[in-house]
Nanobody, 114 residues
Framework: VQLVESGGGLVQAGGSLRLSCAAS????????MGWYRQAPGKERDFVAS???????AYTDVVKGRFTISRDNAKNTVFLQMNRLKPEDTAVYYC?????????WGQGTQVTVSS
């Protein structure tokens, strides 16, 4: 299992970014995928998830601003982040759950300036 994130960067408050997580083998092999984030000096926290049926879940602080989606044809999961806030600054990690356990990507940095 390999997960490769991309799309992080520096953005001003109120701006948008779209994170991508390219999975191999196919995303169809994973029962659930999603994103966590870790800010400096803090624990890694859940952000959003999507299961094989397309059901999504979000942590309260991103509801209405972030949208998770998956494109099985491209073996990719996306996190569209709108109306970003400085408190969204963190390293964002993609994860995938399969029969063999949970796999993690290497992380991508998102920095939101005020």
């Amino acid at each position: 299992v390999q997960l490769v994130e991309s799309g992080g960067g520096l953005v001003q408050a109120g701006g948008s970014l779209r994170l991508s997580c390219a999975a191999s083998p196919s995303t169809r092999d994973f029962s659930g995928m999603g994103w966590y984030r870790q800010a400096p000096g803090k624990e890694r926290d859940f952000v959003a998830s999507i299961n094989v049926g397309g059901t999504t879940a979000y942590t309260d602080v991103v509801k209405g601003r972030f949208t998770i989606s998956r494109d099985n044809a491209k073996n990719t999961v996306f996190l569209q982040m709108n109306r970003l806030k400085p408190e969204d600054t963190a390293v964002y990690y993609c994860y995938a759950n399969s029969y063999s356990g949970t796999s993690w990507g290497q992380g991508t940095q998102v920095t939101v300036s005020s």
